[in-house]
Each structure stands twice: as C-alpha cells, then as structure tokens.
C-alpha cells in the first residue's frame, strides 16, 4: 500500500485531549520521511495545548489551517459546551473539505464529543453521518469500521436503538457494508479478505429457533455476496466467530449492532482502535476512544490511538 501521505488532520472538541494529542503526534512523527500532515483547528486552543505539554516548538514548526476561535467563556479545559461541539465539527469539516479539493489523500479527526455537539443543535452521528453529508452520499452508505488488537469490524448499523438498528437491517444493507469493508480492507494491502458475518440473534438463529431476523437478513446478504466471489461463509453468533480468531482469522467481520463490534475492539485496544469511516468519497479515520474531559489539560493523555490512526492512513506499519 503506497498510503495516504497527505493528511488533514483536525483537532477534535477542543475542550478535550484532542489538541494535546495532535501536538504530541507530531512530536512523535517529526522526521517521517514523505509525510505531511496539516492541523485544522482554532489557534488558540492548539497555543493553550502547546503550554500544558510545553510542545510550542512543534506547534511552531506545523502547518496550520485555522478555523474560528472559541469564546473566552467557552474554552475551558474538560467543559461540555455548544461553541466545542461546534467548534469540533466545523475543524473536521475544513479538513473534509480541503480533502475533497485534492489538497489531502485522506482525513484524521480528533475525538469529538457528541453531547456537545448535539448542544449545538447539529445532526451528528458520528464522523461518518458528517462525510456523507459532505460528499452527498446516503448516510447509510458509509460505515464505521474499528480495527484494533488483530480486528478489523464493519458496523451494519451504529448509534442508534436496537429496535432502529433492526428495522433497518436488510439484506442490502449487510451487503453494502460489507463490500465497503472488502474495498477499505484492499486498500489496506488485504488484497482477499475473508469475511465473517455476525449474526443478529444468538447463534446466528440456529435457523429460526431464535427469531426470522437471520434467515430474513444476513442469511441471504452472505449467499449474495459469495455470489460476487467475495469469501464469505454463512453468518455465526459473534461469540463463536470470535472466540474461534486466534485458530480461523478472518480478514474482516461485520457487525450488525453497535456493541456487537464496539465490545471486543475496545476489550482488545482500549485506547488504540482507529475508527475508519469508509465507502464514502473522502477517506477519513479517527480514535476509537473520546475526548476524555476527566484529564483534557492536564498533560497525561496518550496520542497512541491518533497515531496508529495516521499511520494506518499513511501505511507506515
């Protein structure tokens, strides 16, 4: 994989560890030969950053692309704000946007709150609603994929209600996750993957015993897809499938519900899963953890998620 050496890379809630964990994955890939990455944020938060992790001379030497500054009355270390939330989607945004001139290969976002953001007033389900909405895509076209400790997962459906999430699951929409993994899993240097279907219900069903969702959704999602000559076998219970990785990996599993795919990377890497939004137009990775408020100015986040997403990116292994 050649990678994607152009990164736009945006601060996250700026209220959060986000802007300390931006200084400190610089710090950390300053000399990578080939790779340039641009910061997208507000000045001033990033100069705030850059005294707690006293990181001023990286700041100094990065290129930043500034988006508005908070009010005074909003900047404040682990504070759950409207103007953060805003603040984190419109940095995302220009980032997204400079992507899609042709100025980046891809998007790294910093972790963003989504309380914070839902008190601005904005629809937000996660980065991957805002770069369909972006590209003008369907939102239920792009999808989140986690990887870490070994995994790479695809979610069918996200954050929203088991009883949504159901409605909503069609045999369609299993297969256009999956083949955005598939695509996503290519471009990560997979050139075959091996795919493993989550079932709905416990034990995939065992048939109909446990319900009609299988035999109705998942079940022909996978005879569609092995009619692509993609490899994929009938669906399984999650836990089976998992507990099995270490004696029959697969490449990658898809997930029908949010926690079906959340549990075991999180359990894996807590706090080092890239979550990968793809099948849309514009590549773009994020952490799989939040903006951690609790410790947001106190110096001791870890920027390790936020690298192993830009390297990921970037196909520095």
Do not use: W
């Not at 704000?81 to 790294?108: K, L, P, Q, W």
């Not at 256009?176 to 034990?203: K, S």
């Not at 836990?239 to 959340?262: E, I, N, T």
């Not at 099948?279 to 192993?308: C, F, K, N």
Request: glycine letters at 12%; aromatic letters at 2%.
């Amino acid at each position: 994989m050649t990678g994607a050496r152009r990164i736009a890379l945006s601060v996250g809630d700026p209220n959060g560890i986000g802007p300390e964990i931006v200084l400190k994955a610089l710090q950390a890939l300053e000399g990578e030969p080939g790779l340039h990455v641009a910061v997208f944020g507000p000045r001033e938060v990033l100069a705030r950053a850059a005294e707690v992790t006293g990181l001023g001379e990286v700041l100094a030497r990065a290129e930043l692309r500034p988006t508005p500054d908070l009010p005074a009355s909003s900047a404040r270390f682990g504070e759950v704000n409207a103007a953060a939330g805003e603040s984190a989607v419109a940095s995302a945004t220009a980032a997204i946007e400079a992507c899609r001139r042709g100025e980046f290969d891809a998007v790294v976002a910093g972790p963003h709150h989504e309380t914070a953001i839902a008190q601005a007033g904005i629809r937000f389900n996660g980065y991957a609603s805002l770069l369909a909405r972006l590209c003008g895509q369907p939102e239920d076209r792009v999808f989140l994929m986690l990887v870490g400790g070994g995994l790479r997962i695809v979610h069918a459906t996200l954050h929203e209600s088991v009883a949504t999430a159901l409605g909503r699951l069609t045999p369609e929409l299993v297969v256009a996750a999956t083949e955005a993994g598939v695509r996503a899993c290519r471009a990560l240097g997979v050139e075959r993957p091996r795919v493993a279907l989550f079932g709905i219900n416990p034990h995939a069903s065992e048939g109909t015993l446990f319900g009609p969702e299988d035999a109705r959704c998942t079940v022909p999602a996978a005879r569609r897809l092995r009619e692509q000559g993609l490899d994929v076998a009938d669906p399984q219970g999650a836990d089976v499938l998992l507990a099995d990785h270490a004696r029959r990996p697969h490449d990658l599993y898809v997930a029908m519900l949010h926690d079906q795919g959340h549990i075991p990377i999180k359990l894996l890497a807590p706090q080092g899963a890239s979550a990968v939004s793809i099948g849309g137009e514009v590549l773009l990775a994020s952490t799989g953890h939040g903006s951690a408020m609790d410790i947001a100015g106190t110096g001791q986040a870890r920027p390790d998620a936020l690298l192993r997403s830009l390297r990921l990116l970037a196909g520095i292994s």
